[in-house]
């Protein structure tokens, strides 16, 4: 006979609150999972995989309901295994554009890291500034350059006008 887990079982094994997975259950993500003759919810190792699906899909940003209909198909059989393929491919370009996006946001933040403890170890942030504005000065700008490797096309546009304007007042 399979092993098969409880739902605590699952909750402790996969680091989840239960309460989510009773959702998950009433939301009609887990057709999946048979019960014992009490009405016991009896997880398999395949189970736990679906639900380990759910989670992920669920952590990219998929909405319940998409992965509901993710999980239809799945119980629906082969013949909607080109419509679980399609839909995972566009599930991983989303997620590759978000993380994207996030390496962008990070790049950001820890410029902006080194330029706030420079600033608060110098007393003042005006050693990244041009006297008297609020404009970066020649070696924040560079720092800033050189930290940003993947800007978008309009994120670079916008600060080589800034810039230039910048170095105009040099």
């Known amino acids: 006979m399979e092993k098969s887990y409880t739902i605590g079982q699952v909750a402790d094994k996969l680091g989840i609150n239960i309460k989510t997975l009773y959702y998950y259950d009433r939301e009609g993500l887990l057709p999946f999972v048979k019960r014992d003759e009490k009405g016991n919810r009896q997880f398999t190792v395949d189970d736990l995989e679906m639900v380990l699906t759910i989670l992920h899909l669920k952590n990219a940003g998929v909405k319940l309901k998409e992965i509901k209909k993710f999980i239809d198909w799945r119980m629906a ?7 679980r393929l399609s839909f995972i491919e566009n599930q991983e ?30 007393g ?11 404009r970066y000065n020649r070696e924040a700008a560079q720092k800033f350059i050189t930290k940003i490797d993947k800007m978008s096309t309009m994120e670079r546009e916008l600060f080589e006008i800034e810039k230039s304007n910048s170095n105009n007042s040099d």
């Open 77 to 83: 059989g082969d013949s909607t295994l080109t419509q």
């Open 93 to 122: 370009k989303i997620l590759k554009k978000n993380i994207e996006n996030l390496q962008r946001s990070l790049q950001i933040l820890e410029y902006k890291e080194w330029y706030y403890k420079t600033a608060v170890d110098a």
């Open 124 to 134: 003042t942030e005006q050693i990244h500034l041009i006297p008297g504005t609020f």
